[in-house]
């Protein structure tokens, strides 16, 4: 089982293929508190799972569960209250600020939900600056921005600013910028909501391809319940805690197939 | 500090994004840099001029009244230390200058303080310089004076030819200088000895000072230690000690060059605070992006090299255009009785001055990202 909730018999039966899959990341037991004294709260309480590569994985829950303090401890930026977390096999117990920022641009890519483009950069620029923080530079870099771009479908707007981009645009160059470095982790804050429905089921089709890459993981917070067919597996996230999992054994649904059925649905 | 291409394309657009804060920017800049330029230019003009006069002179060695303090305010010192001079071996000639302020009559009326600075060209103690009219053999002549023409105005008088009075005597302009310039605002006047003892009634015994000379190879502190036993009522300085006498005098004992020197530090502090106000706006207008970088794992030294990149920037921008209207004031001021001076050392000074004020007011900005917490890239 890669998620453990506290409550053993909320998460229903794993896959027998997960077993055999890499785990990229690992976090155990992971508590965190917030605030000082008598306003400090107990954000996460105890969560303990892992990321597979080869499969994209949403953690969805109500507002105020403490999905964004988990993806940020997962993620590197927040640190742990208690327990332990393990990223491309290297514990972050200990590591120093500057160091979980090594940790972070050799292995974690992240989505935003407002996409964070720097406004003054244009697109290309936008997915060389993640290569550039590596100390990645020169016409290899470029190259490789150019490829990352032309994977998410945005060759033709290498020089476009953002604020020349449609949001699904916008989107696509963050999940450029998140690739470009070939993380292990990618993680994604809400990637489909600040995008209407076409722009955020592509989205969520090029996170289902991405993830299908055997050496990487994805993990997308959302509440948005039409990204689900995209996952291969779906944590619940309560008042700090995972409260249920859920593999989809059918594996992900194109894009076309949603559609399939969307006009099946409709016709009916 | 401009780590690599994407930190300063980083920097340059920053800068550039907001035109008006940038202009605000470089106003703070240019307002700092030309008021150091003036206020150094100023001090180093001041400074020039204070010691154009003893650095001219021939006299390695200065006879002159205990407490002198500084070549225009000379007391009488009688002549026979330049025969105990003469007699002290090592010294090749000994040369009586005399310099006294007196009151110029202007031709048309009014009057102006003038210091009068006596000396007999052939001996070439003290010589007027940069002469543009007249020449050195015209001083022979009866009445005759040379002056500098900054100073034609001041003095009432048009040109060479010229007639206006010392004291009770009449003097005519027979040769015009041009930059020989008196801190004292009073316009030197150069005549012969004789002719300013005269001017000024001074006994024939008497003189300001005496010039002394070294012969080539002679031991100056063996020649002034041997003048000094000779001459124990006066004061015996090496050119340089009088020159940094008169410095003193003028720059500090009188607060001048405090006032200019502090000017010049208020133009770089008020430019390190405009400076460290934009710069920090800047980069809490840009505190998301400096997130985003710090959360795809940048290191401090990379957002740093950010801010400092755009620091350097205005400094570069800010020097460029600061230089060109210093320039412009330095120019304007060479025809003025105290010229603002600009050399390749100051202009290297302002430059460096420039940068350290852009990266210490990029301090309070790295103070900022410093301060940063990333997980505020999932809350906006």
């Known amino acids: ?268 | 500090m401009i780590r690599n291409a994407m930190t300063f394309t980083l920097a340059f657009r920053n800068l550039f994004h907001d035109r008006i804060r940038l202009a605000v920017t470089m106003v703070g800049i240019l307002f700092s840099i030309v008021l150091v330029a003036v206020q150094l230019g100023l001090y180093l003009g001041a400074r020039n001029i204070i010691v154009a006069m003893i650095e001219r002179s021939a006299g390695d060695l200065w006879i002159m009244a205990y407490g002198t303090k500084n070549f225009e305010e000379a007391q009488p010192i009688g002549l026979r230390e330049k025969f105990a001079a003469l007699s002290t071996p090592g010294v090749a000639k000994a040369v009586p200058l005399i310099v006294s302020f007196m009151d110029w009559r202007k031709p048309k009326g009014g009057s102006t303080l003038v210091i009068v600075v006596g000396t007999d060209a052939e001996d070439g103690g003290l010589v007027p310089w940069n002469l543009v009219e007249g020449d050195l053999n015209a001083l022979g002549a009866r009445d005759a004076v040379i002056v500098d023409k900054t100073y034609l105005r001041d003095l009432g008088v048009e040109g060479a030819g010229d007639t206006a009075q010392i004291g009770a005597s009449r003097v005519r302009i027979s040769g015009l200088t041009e930059g020989i310039r008196s801190f004292t605002v009073s316009p030197y006047v150069f005549t012969t000895l004789n002719r300013a003892r005269n001017l000024l009634e001074m006994p024939a015994d008497n003189t300001s000072y005496v010039l002394v000379k070294l012969q080539p190879g002679a031991d100056i502190e063996a020649v002034r230690n041997e003048l000094r036993s000779k001459v124990p009522d006066n004061e015996v300085l090496t050119k340089a000690e009088f020159r940094d006498r008169s410095l003193n005098h003028w720059l500090f004992a009188t607060g001048a060059g405090v006032a200019l020197i502090g000017g010049a530090v208020l133009g770089l502090v008020v430019g390190t605070v405009i400076v460290a106000q934009t710069l920090y706006s800047s980069t809490k207008d840009h505190i998301n992006e400096f997130a985003t970088l710090r959360a795809l794992g940048s290191s401090s030294g990379y957002i740093h090299g950010v801010i400092l990149a755009q620091a350097a920037l205005s400094a570069v921008l800010g020097y460029a255009l600061g230089m060109v209207i210093a320039l412009t004031v330095v120019y304007l001021s060479e025809a003025t009785p105290l010229p603002i001076v600009m050399t390749p050392g100051l202009a290297t000074l302002l430059l460096g001055l420039t940068v350290a004020m852009c990266a210490i007011s990029a301090l309070s900005a790295i103070g900022k990202v410093m301060r940063i917490d990333p997980a505020v890239v999932f809350s906006r």
């Open chain 1, 1 to 268: 089982m890669s998620a453990s909730p506290t409550n053993a018999a909320l998460a229903p039966a794993a896959n027998a293929n997960t077993d055999a899959r890499k785990v990229v990341l690992e976090a155990t037991n992971i508590v965190k508190e917030l605030g000082s004294g008598a306003r400090k709260t107990r954000a996460l309480k105890g969560v303990s799972l892992s990321l597979n590569a080869g499969e994209l994985t949403l953690l969805m829950g109500p507002s105020g569960s403490g999905k964004t303090t988990l993806l940020s401890i997962l993620g590197c930026i927040l640190t742990p209250t208690e327990g332990s977390l393990t990223v491309a096999s290297h514990s972050t117990t200990g590591l120093t600020a500057e160091d979980l920022a090594k940790l972070r641009r050799r292995h974690i890519g992240f989505i935003f939900q407002s996409y964070n483009l720097f406004p003054t950069l244009t697109a290309e620029e936008n997915v060389r600056i993640a290569l550039d923080v590596r100390g990645e530079r020169g016409s290899d870099a470029t190259v490789r921005a150019q490829r990352a771009l032309q994977h998410v479908g945005l060759r033709h707007k290498l020089k476009s600013f953002p604020s020349n981009l449609s949001g699904g645009e916008q989107q696509r160059v963050a999940v450029a910028r998140a690739l470009v470095g070939q993380p292990s982790v990618m993680l994604a804050d809400e990637p489909t909501a600040a995008l209407d429905s076409e722009n955020g089921l592509a989205v969520m089709q090029l996170l289902s391809e991405i993830a299908k890459d055997a050496s990487r993981a994805v993990l997308a917070v959302t509440h948005d319940p039409r990204t689900i067919p995209f996952a291969n597996r779906v944590l619940r996230i309560e008042d700090g805690l995972i409260v249920g999992e859920e593999r989809r054994a059918e594996g992900v649904e194109t894009v076309h197939q949603l559609a399939r059925n969307r006009k099946r649905k409709a016709n009916a």
